[in-house]
């Protein structure tokens, strides 16, 4: 699978890419959740892992739901990690569970993606 997206989401115990971002903010925030300790954010170009941001850096709400990263939510919920692709839709955009998970599944829907 080809993919110019600049930061590459890794599942530690895995092994494997499960989403990628296209600016450092969008990797940061997705960080930011405690539910992501097992995943890290590699920069491709320079191949040096993302910091976790500190909680006193924290900023939800940043986005507008039709500003999110679909390529890297597609990736998530493709590859199995629905609920993930639902906690970074809440931390970009500052949305409740529902609103969050409504995006999520037409994004599914979309993609035609099944076994969840």
């Known amino acids: 699978m080809h ?11 895995m092994d494997t890419v499960v989403g990628t971002f296209d600016h450092i ?5 997705f960080l930011r959740s405690p539910e992501t300790k097992d995943f890290h954010v590699i920069d491709r170009w320079t191949g040096v892992e993302v910091d976790r ?7 939800t709400g940043v986005l507008n739901p039709d500003e999110l990263p679909f390529h890297t939510i597609d990736q998530m ?5 629905k609920i993930m692709a639902i906690k970074l839709i809440r931390e970009l955009t500052g949305l409740g569970l529902g609103e969050a998970k ?3 599944d037409r994004r ?3 993609r035609g993606t099944r076994g969840f």
């Open 3 to 13: 993919n110019d997206k600049r930061f590459n989401v890794i599942h530690t115990r």
């Open 25 to 29: 903010d969008l990797a940061q925030a």
């Open 53 to 59: 941001p500190a909680e006193s850096a924290a900023r």
């Open 77 to 81: 919920i493709m590859g199995s990690h």
């Open 102 to 104: 409504s995006i999520a």
């Open 108 to 110: 599914q829907s979309i």
